[in-house]
C-alpha cells in the first residue's frame, strides 16, 4: 500500500505557471506507475498525464500536451506536474494516482491522494 499527499496548487492568473507535488510514502514508490488526475464541479474525474515506474513513459490528455509535464524522482518518492500556460478551464481538484499499469482510466489506479486545489483566473 501508499498513501499519497499533494500540494502547491493555488490561484494563479492565466497564463501562469504551477508545479504540483505528490509525495509517497508506504511501499516502494518505485513499483508504480503514476497519474494526474483533475476534477471540476460538477465534472466527471478526467486523466491530465500518467508516467511509467521508469519514467521513460509518459501520457498527456490532449488538452494539456505542451502546457503540462509530468515527471517524478523515485529517489524522493515525488511525483511533479509542472503547468505552464494555465488557462481558467484548468481549474479543477487535482489528484494524484498510484497503479500497476500504466493506464489512462481512473479505474485503473488503486490509491490515490486527497487532492489540491488549483484555480485559474481571467
Known amino acids: 500500500q501508499v498513501q499519497l499527499v499533494e500540494s502547491g496548487g493555488g490561484l494563479v492568473q492565466a497564463g501562469g505557471s504551477l508545479r504540483l507535488s505528490c509525495a509517497a510514502s508506504?511501499?516502494?514508490?518505485?513499483?508504480?506507475?503514476m497519474g494526474w488526475f483533475r476534477q471540476a464541479p460538477g465534472k466527471e474525474r478526467d486523466f491530465v498525464a500518467a508516467?511509467?515506474?521508469?519514467?521513460?513513459?509518459?501520457y498527456y490528455a490532449d488538452s494539456v500536451k505542451g502546457r503540462f509535464t509530468i515527471s517524478r524522482a523515485n529517489a524522493k518518492s515525488t511525483l511533479y506536474l509542472q503547468m505552464n500556460s494555465l488557462k481558467p478551464e484548468d481549474t479543477a481538484v487535482y489528484y494524484c494516482?498510484?497503479?500497476?499499469?500504466?493506464?489512462?482510466?481512473?479505474?485503473?489506479?488503486?490509491?490515490w491522494g486527497q487532492g489540491t486545489q488549483v484555480t485559474v483566473s481571467s
Open positions: 508506504g511501499r516502494t514508490f518505485s513499483s508504480y506507475a
Open positions: 494516482a498510484a497503479g500497476f499499469r500504466l493506464a489512462q482510466a481512473w479505474s485503473s489506479y488503486n490509491y
Open positions: 508516467i511509467s515506474w521508469s519514467g521513460g513513459s509518459t
